[in-house]
């Protein structure tokens, strides 16, 4: 607001003292006298008798009746001697005409959370749909030679072209010319359809650009059609991208595919220095956790084919799996490995079990630790019918340990091995379709108490607070039960409440509301992990109040208890008690 808004406020702007119990907004009213922002001591926010929320100063309430016009939805009682500054609501509704003000007010929680994200990426901005950034396709009528395709191709300044054939799209490129004709001395009047590489590969045009760059090193093609509703949008192409980017993650990633691993225990600092340019560019935590999920797999795939190399071709299909966090494309810096290996055959688990040992001394030496809880694939090496007993037998017994590893698989993502993934997909349905079992795996999500104490302001151990155990893993878990009853093969968390919305599982404001929350706390632990790791200290899930501004501790205060209504949400749904949570303060 600026010094001319202020003005304007005054005799608008009112102090007002409330006694311990005294009720200051009420159902019973027609609508809020104006807009409250807390002042000294507390309010508490009740409905049908109960606390649902206690606000402290600097927090506002009774704008959701003013902008509705209508009687306000909870009663706000003082909670001990309370101040509040009382905004008239002419002067609020004179303030709803300035932009930022109206959305400040009018924003849902999700809404705010997005407030207090990165403004605009740096260039080149990998972040935003390939289809912005491409190319004009350029199509070569059918039956046209190789000489017209390649005047085409002068006349366009172009290095590929687009035909369409009765199977599909065909794609014939510079290098096509060069490599198939020239080299091959055909003549001019060859068919260019003759040379080109048919079906196209291709992505749809919404595709994050990131994504598309790292497929077109995946792949080995320099051209990518673009798609939307089947039809070819643009073409993308690497020339405007791959050189600047060689010494970031397209660069290392290119590396890694083509079988060079350099010093394996560089590898940690290399991705550490990756992430830490993306955050300060302004790309938001999915967009890096993805780029790391490509570099890890890209890593993996290059140990097991080294390990092939050693061991001989693989008996039979198989598939490497990457678990938890790892598996979801939730993982920022390298924690503890979370790995298995599925086979078709038996008889092979020989094999497998040497495969399994080769990859993960690997992993080790690029800096991921072994697995605490020994969930990795040495342990967890089974062909598919020992697959099968193991989930049907979490399945039957959701409880204890069993619950425990269901929970770590239930995240699983093929990276590796060519095997289909079909069979293990379907457990993950089999799952979402066992009541008793999606009541375990609520009990557990309930387990995840967000860090709440007296008058539900956060409690600071210490001056710090956990963004992980009731923070990050409680929405995880939250999701995981929600996406597995939608019937959804999603992974990750915001795909999976997303999901769940989509099916009418969770009212769609709540499913925003959870996925800008886990953002919100990634984004906060991802940043705090990199200044812990700047200097010279290990990164941990805690964050200290004092590094947080005002407005962090209000907005993760907001979060927890966001938190905390969608467990009691999850808990009638499923008919299960809420845990108890003791009062930190006075013990009870």
Same mark, same amino acid.
């Not at 078709?344 to 992993?363: H, N, R, S, T």
């Not at 927890?560 to 009062?583: D, G, Y």
């Given at each position: 607001?600026?010094?001319?808004?202020?003005?304007?406020?005054?005799?608008?702007?009112?102090?007002?003292?409330?006694?311990?119990?005294?009720?200051?907004?009420?159902?019973?009213?027609?609508?809020?006298?104006?807009?409250?922002?807390?002042?000294?001591?507390?309010?508490?926010?009740?409905?049908?008798?109960?606390?649902?929320?206690?606000?402290?100063?600097?927090?506002?309430?009774?704008?959701?009746?003013?902008?509705?016009?209508?009687?306000?939805?909870?009663?706000?009682?003082?909670?001990?001697?309370?101040?509040?500054?009382?905004?008239?609501?002419?002067?609020?509704?004179?303030?709803?005409?300035?932009?930022?003000?109206?959305?400040?007010?009018?924003?849902?929680?999700?809404?705010?959370?997005?407030?207090?994200?990165?403004?605009?990426?740096?260039?080149?901005?990998?972040?935003?749909?390939?289809?912005?950034?491409?190319?004009?396709?350029?199509?070569?009528?059918?039956?046209?030679?190789?000489?017209? !395709?390649?005047? @085409?191709?002068?006349? +366009?300044?172009?290095? =590929?072209? %687009?035909?369409?054939? $009765?199977?599909?799209? *065909?794609? &014939?490129?510079?290098?096509?010319?060069?490599?198939?004709?020239?080299?091959?001395?055909?003549?001019?009047?060859?068919?260019?359809?003759?040379?080109?590489?048919?079906?196209?590969?291709?992505?749809?045009?919404?595709?994050?650009?990131?994504?598309?760059?790292?497929?077109?090193?995946?792949?080995?093609?320099?051209?990518?059609?673009?798609?939307?509703?089947?039809?070819?949008?643009?073409?993308?192409?690497?020339?405007?991208?791959?050189?600047?980017?060689?010494?970031?993650?397209?660069?290392?990633?290119?590396?890694?595919?083509?079988?060079?691993?350099?010093?394996?225990?560089?590898?940690?600092?290399?991705?550490?220095?990756?992430?830490?340019?993306?955050?300060?560019?302004?790309?938001?935590?999915?967009?890096?956790?993805?780029?790391?999920?490509?570099?890890?797999? !890209?890593?993996? @795939?290059?140990?097991? +084919?080294?390990?092939? =190399?050693? %061991?001989?071709?693989? $008996?039979?299909?198989? *598939?490497? &799996?990457?678990?938890?966090?790892?598996?979801?494309?939730?993982?920022?810096?390298?924690?503890?490995?979370?790995?298995?290996?599925?086979?078709?055959?038996?008889?092979?688990?020989?094999?497998?079990?040497?495969?399994?040992?080769?990859?993960?001394?690997?992993?080790?030496?690029?800096?991921?630790?072994?697995?605490?809880?020994?969930?990795?694939?040495?342990?967890?090496?089974?062909?598919?019918?020992?697959?099968?007993?193991?989930?049907?037998?979490?399945?039957?017994?959701?409880?204890?340990?069993?619950?425990?590893?269901?929970?770590?698989?239930?995240?699983?993502?093929?990276?590796?091995?060519?095997?289909?993934?079909?069979?293990?997909?379907?457990?993950?349905?089999?799952?979402?379709?066992?009541?008793?079992?999606?009541?375990?795996?609520?009990?557990?999500?309930? !387990?995840?108490?967000?860090?709440?104490?007296?008058?539900?302001?956060?409690?600071?151990?210490?001056?710090?607070?956990?963004?992980?155990?009731?923070?990050?893993?409680?929405?995880?878990?939250?999701?995981?039960?929600?996406?597995?009853?939608?019937?959804?093969?999603?992974?990750?968390?915001?795909?999976?409440?997303?999901?769940?919305?989509?099916?009418?599982?969770?009212?769609?404001?709540?499913?925003?509301?959870?996925?800008?929350?886990?953002?919100?706390?990634?984004?906060?632990?991802?940043?705090?992990?990199?200044?812990?790791?700047?200097?010279?200290?290990?990164?941990?899930?805690?964050?200290?109040?004092?590094?947080?501004?005002?407005?962090?501790?209000?907005?993760?205060?907001?979060?927890?208890?966001?938190?905390?209504?969608?467990?009691?949400?999850?808990?009638?749904?499923?008919?299960?008690?809420?845990?108890?949570?003791?009062?930190?303060?006075?013990?009870?």
């Amino acid at each position: 607001m600026s010094e001319a808004d202020w003005a304007g406020l005054e005799g608008a702007l009112h102090l007002l003292h409330f006694e311990p119990g005294a009720v200051i907004l009420s159902p019973a009213q027609p609508e809020a006298e104006g807009l409250y922002v807390v002042f000294g001591g507390a309010v508490r926010l009740e409905q049908d008798g109960q606390a649902v929320a206690w606000l402290e100063p600097g927090e506002a309430f009774g704008y959701p009746s003013l902008l509705g016009q209508q009687p306000p939805r909870l009663t706000v009682r003082a909670e001990g001697e309370a101040a509040c500054l009382l905004l008239a609501k002419e002067a609020f509704r004179r303030l709803l005409e300035k932009p930022s003000f109206a959305l400040f007010f009018s924003a849902r929680l999700a809404e705010r959370l997005r407030l207090l994200q990165p403004a605009a990426l740096s260039l080149p901005d990998l972040g935003q749909p390939a289809g912005e950034v491409a190319e004009a396709a350029v199509w070569l009528e059918e039956g046209a030679s190789v000489a017209q !395709a390649a005047r @085409r191709m002068r006349e +366009r300044g172009v290095s =590929a072209l %687009l035909l369409k054939t $009765p199977e599909g799209l *065909a794609i &014939l490129t510079d290098r096509d010319l060069r490599n198939r004709v020239l080299a091959e001395e055909l003549p001019p009047s060859t068919p260019a359809l003759q040379v080109a590489s048919a079906p196209a590969k291709t992505l749809p045009a919404v595709s994050p650009l990131y994504e598309a760059l790292a497929y077109l090193e995946q792949q080995g093609i320099h051209h990518l059609p673009l798609t939307e509703g089947g039809q070819v949008v643009g073409l993308l192409t690497d020339r405007l991208f791959l050189r600047r980017w060689l010494q970031t993650p397209l660069g290392l990633l290119r590396r890694l595919e083509q079988g060079d691993l350099g010093p394996l225990q560089d590898y940690r600092e290399r991705l550490q220095a990756i992430v830490r340019q993306m955050l300060a560019a302004g790309f938001a935590v999915p967009a890096i956790t993805r780029q790391v999920s490509l570099l890890n797999d !890209a890593l993996t @795939r290059s140990l097991l +084919r080294r390990a092939e =190399a050693r %061991l001989g071709p693989p $008996p039979c299909p198989y *598939a490497w &799996l990457a678990l938890g966090s790892e598996g979801r494309t939730e993982q920022a810096l390298l924690t503890d490995q979370d790995n298995a290996l599925a086979f078709q055959e038996p008889a092979a688990k020989p094999y497998f079990q040497a495969l399994a040992q080769a990859v993960l001394e690997g992993l080790l030496e690029a800096g991921f630790p072994p697995c605490p809880g020994g969930f990795m694939a040495d342990r967890w090496c089974y062909a598919l019918p020992e697959w099968a007993t193991r989930f049907q037998q979490w399945l039957e017994n959701p409880e204890g340990e069993g619950l425990l590893e269901a929970q770590v698989f239930l995240d699983f993502r093929s990276i590796a091995g060519g095997l289909s993934p079909e069979p293990l997909h379907g457990y993950l349905r089999q799952a979402g379709k066992s009541r008793a079992f999606l009541t375990a795996l609520a009990r557990s999500a309930l !387990a995840f108490a967000p860090p709440l104490g007296f008058l539900g302001r956060i409690h600071w151990e210490g001056g710090q607070v956990n963004l992980k155990k009731g923070g990050l893993a409680a929405i995880v878990a939250l999701a995981r039960v929600y996406g597995l009853e939608a019937g959804s093969l999603a992974r990750p968390t915001p795909e999976r409440l997303r999901a769940a919305a989509e099916a009418r599982l969770l009212p769609r404001e709540e499913a925003e509301d959870l996925s800008e929350a886990f953002l919100f706390l990634a984004h906060l632990r991802l940043k705090h992990q990199l200044e812990a790791l700047s200097r010279g200290q290990p990164p941990t899930n805690r964050v200290a109040q004092s590094s947080l501004s005002p407005r962090e501790q209000q907005m993760l205060r907001q979060v927890f208890w966001r938190i905390r209504q969608a467990q009691q949400a999850l808990a009638e749904r499923f008919r299960l008690p809420m845990p108890q949570v003791r009062s930190r303060r006075f013990g009870l």
